[in-house]
């Protein structure tokens, strides 16, 4: 399984590879706008309308904050739109996604995007390989082999240059 959270409960079953990249979820805004670009509680962002996608779980603390103006869409390039339209002031996803969707679909917008700080979650991406798999053992280890050769031959930084994220910390092999 490509891109699967850690989870303790999960090991009866799989085995992991080292981690493969970095999951950000985070909340943003479009450069100018007049949103506090660094809060200390969810609660200074209150009065600001919230682009989030339906049926994401971001953070307990997220959910919970029914302080908060939320505008729920079925997909984060709703939010995207809405969010370069000025339609609403901020939108919650993942960076990589969001990063991926205003280069693919939103490029007039391309360094628009702003992060605000901190961060709701960081999670660690993972190769999940099935225990019950005959050979599940030794795919990981050639995984491992190859990561590391690719690591050190400098095709994972070129790679994601190639993709527009080399100025990303997304994927956790420095």
């Keep these: ?3 699967g959270f850690y989870k303790k409960e999960r090991e009866e079953y799989f085995l992991y590879s080292t981690p493969i990249s970095k999951s950000i979820m985070a909340l943003y805004t479009k450069k100018g706008s007049d949103v506090l670009l660094e809060y200390k509680s969810l609660e200074e962002l209150k009065g600001y309308l919230i682009g989030v996608v339906r049926g994401y779980h971001y953070t307990d603390s997220f959910a919970a904050a029914s302080y908060l103006t939320k505008l729920e869409e079925v997909h984060s390039e709703v939010n995207l739109k809405l969010l370069y339209l000025n339609r609403i002031h901020i939108i919650a996803g993942s960076r990589l996604v969001l990063h991926n969707l205003t280069e693919r679909k939103f ?6 995007l702003i992060e605000l700080k901190p961060p709701l979650k ?3 991406l993972y190769v999940l390989f099935a225990k019950q798999a005959e050979r599940a053992k030794v795919f990981q280890k050639a995984f491992e082999k190859g990561l590391v050769k690719l690591k050190q031959s400098g095709k994972i930084a070129e790679i994601m240059a190639k993709h527009g994220f080399a100025d990303m910390d997304v994927i956790g092999l420095e």
């Design 1 to 3: 399984m490509l891109g």
């Design 107 to 112: 490029s007039e917008y391309k360094g628009q």
């Design 122 to 124: 960081e999670n660690s």
